[in-house]
């Protein structure tokens, strides 16, 4: 970075704070990131503002760009961690289910029935988005589900987001919650 570079960045350097206070909810500690970690990522954000600034409002510019690096953070350590859940071998999976103590497998079949229940009294397009979180939630990835059913995996991702959105409100699914 050059002096002048270097100088927007320092001078800017409390526009990562703000940007976290203002846009995490809880800045101290997000998934397993801390809030340094939320910080140096900020940091980051704001060496790419000041390198790729074309003039204008600096600080305007700067903000998106700390918030996107920070989004980009989070959404990526989400992502990695469910493919970290997952569980790869099949015996571990029968294992699991020979496991499982009562209480979970009645909780399994309680949210399955809340979740058709739900999809019955739905209307024919959150119906849908509820089928897409099923298929979502068995194994597929959003490039299959979109490749069967002839839309693109961002918008199989909002489908997903519907449905779930939709299942939060539903009231058989906050007592399965509860539960």
């Not at 992502?79 to 997952?86: F, K």
Request: hydrophobic share 35%.
């Amino acid at each position: 970075m050059t002096e002048a570079q270097q100088k927007k960045v320092t001078d800017n350097m409390g526009l990562v704070n703000k940007v976290i206070r203002e846009k995490v909810h809880s800045p101290y500690n997000v998934g397993m990131f801390t809030y340094d970690d939320l910080y140096q990522i900020g940091c980051v954000g704001l060496c790419k503002a000041a390198t790729t600034d074309k003039g204008g409002t600096f600080s305007t510019y700067a903000y998106r760009l700390i918030w996107n690096e920070i989004c980009d953070a989070l959404i990526y350590a989400t992502r990695r961690q469910s493919h970290e859940i997952l569980i790869e071998d099949e015996e571990q999976l029968a294992d699991y289910h020979t496991d499982m103590n009562y209480e979970e497998k009645h909780k399994r079949e309680f949210t399955r029935a809340a979740v058709e229940k739900a999809k019955d009294s739905a209307t024919p397009f959150i119906a849908r988005c509820i089928d897409v979180l099923l298929r979502h939630t068995a194994g597929e990835t959003c490039k299959e589900i979109g490749a069967t059913m002839g839309i693109s995996d961002k918008q199989v991702a909002a489908y997903i987001s519907k449905a779930r959105k939709y299942l939060k409100s539903y009231p058989d699914m906050q007592i399965a919650a509860a539960m």
